[in-house]
């Protein structure tokens, strides 16, 4: 069965850099099926995605964050890897991974996700 | 970017109710739109993609509808496992936008 966990500091400094990596278990990152994503929710709050990314590399990301986003992939040790710089407050929220599935009738839908990991952005 | 609004924001209901959920697109996204279920402390669960079709395992008292721009997510007979929150999410075009979800308390 598919397990995904997040790992990282929960406590970054304001102006730092988020980083942030999820461990997929149970299947391959490297399906040629799924892209693989990152989504955050502060406390409290709604769902927002952050991006995605293919195992090939390729990757694309939410208009209102790429500035300050970079997804990776290390298909070796089956691993995606988030980074946020210049953080701030509204940064904190529950961070989620997930894989993203595509239909070609339902096109892209989350539909296995990390048990997600609080990231605190205070000094 | 595709803005998605869910109606009511919460409810109240029994065990036993009929409870519907609405999702509405600020623009038509066919039927391009996914229900997660999530409980407090816990990643959402896929339940039912492309507007109305059932991910494998949800119950079948669980039900989705629409196209275009308005959507609904009806769970024909309520369950205690059943209470709380519902998001809709758009899959029509990234980025990929959910809307502010529906809390389904117990009365």
């Known amino acids: 069965q598919l397990q995904l966990q997040e790992s990282g500091p929960g406590l970054v400094k304001p102006a730092e850099t988020l980083s942030l990596t999820c461990t997929v278990s149970?299947?391959?990152?490297?399906?040629?099926?799924?892209?693989w994503g990152w989504i955050r929710q502060p406390p409290g709050k709604g769902l927002e995605w952050i991006g995605s990314?293919?195992?090939?590399?390729?990757?694309y990301y939410n208009p209102s964050l790429k500035s300050r986003v970079t997804i990776s992939v290390d298909t070796s040790e089956n691993q995606f890897s988030l980074k946020l710089t210049s953080v701030t407050a509204a940064d904190t929220a529950v961070y989620y991974c997930?894989?993203?599935?595509?239909?070609?009738?339902?096109?892209?839908?989350?539909?296995?996700w990390g048990q997600g990991t609080l990231v605190t952005v205070s000094s | 970017d595709i803005q998605m609004t869910q109606s009511p924001t919460s409810l109240s209901a029994s065990v036993g109710d009929r409870v519907t959920i609405t999702c509405r697109a600020s623009q038509s996204i066919s039927s391009y739109l996914n229900w997660y279920q999530q409980k407090p402390g816990k990643a959402p669960k896929f339940l039912i993609y492309?507007?109305?079709s059932l991910q494998s395992g949800v119950p079948s008292r669980f039900s989705g509808s629409g196209s275009g721009t308005d959507f609904t997510l009806t769970i024909s007979s309520l369950q205690p496992e059943d209470f709380a929150t519902y998001y809709c999410q758009q899959s029509y075009s990234a980025p990929w936008t959910f809307g502010q979800g529906t809390k389904v308390e117990i009365k």
């Open positions: 990314i293919y195992y090939s590399g390729s990757t």
């Open positions: 997930a894989r993203l599935g595509y239909m070609t009738t339902a096109k892209y839908y989350f539909d296995s």
């Open positions: 149970g299947g391959s990152i490297s399906t040629s099926s799924y892209y």
């Open positions: 492309a507007a109305s």
